[in-house]
């Protein structure tokens, strides 16, 4: 049997392999957390110090001081992005492949998205072009657009949708079962 080549590889299905992959989305969400933190009291000290030491009709001075403040500002932007994706990582997952490439991928999706060191993405933005598959298609053939790109075809083989809270999923109390609608078989709807 020849290997699929995959470009992004499809997480296994069975409880434990999706408990896994959110263990591993959380842990990154975590770092990114913990690294926005760390950049805006690292800026919040770097302002406070231009305040002091400089005065204001220091052209180069000021130029720095604009930055800093720019700067300290997108990473607020970024703490509320990462406190998001932080609390609830994705809700929904679609498995596709592309016809003209031969590639199976797989994406999950949430409110934010989520990658390490501004790589390829472990979860992918809801607006995202390719996340409308999973608002707008049913399983099979369907195309999502990227604007100033064109139309992408691909064959959509499963979505599903989560419920996760606390980092943990809670199969005795919180959860249900839930249709997977690439298979029908039943799985867990991670709820907690």
């Given at each position: 049997m020849k290997d699929k080549k995959t470009f992004r590889p499809i997480p296994g299905l069975s409880r434990e392999a999706e408990e896994q992959q959110l263990a591993e989305i959380i842990g990154v969400a975590q770092k990114n957390?913990?690294?926005?933190?760390?950049?805006?009291?690292?800026?919040?000290?770097?302002?406070?110090?231009?305040?002091?030491?400089?005065?204001?009709?220091?052209?180069?001075?000021?130029?720095?001081?604009?930055n800093t403040q720019s700067q300290l500002l997108e990473s607020k932007r970024d703490l509320v992005r990462c406190r998001k994706a932080r609390k609830k990582p994705y809700f929904g997952r679609i498995d596709f492949r592309d016809p003209k490439l031969l590639q199976e991928e797989s994406y999950y999706v949430g409110r934010v998205g989520i990658s390490e060191n501004g790589s390829e993405p472990l979860v992918i933005d809801w607006r995202?072009?390719?996340?409308?598959?999973?608002?707008?298609?049913?399983?099979?053939?369907c195309r999502y657009v990227v604007k100033n790109e064109?139309?992408?075809?691909?064959?959509?083989?499963?979505?599903?949708?989560?419920?996760?809270?606390?980092?943990?999923?809670d199969c005795s109390g919180g959860g249900r079962l839930g249709k997977d609608n690439g298979s029908n078989a039943p799985y867990f709807l991670y709820s907690v």
């Open positions: 957390l913990i690294k926005t933190e760390e950049r805006i009291r690292h800026l919040s000290g770097d302002l406070d110090d231009l305040m002091e030491n400089y005065r204001l009709k220091d052209k180069e001075a000021l130029a720095l001081l604009h995202a072009p390719v996340a409308s598959v999973y608002y707008e298609n049913t399983i099979g053939p064109g139309v992408f075809e691909i064959d959509l083989k499963r979505k599903r949708t989560y419920e996760i809270a606390e980092d943990k999923s």
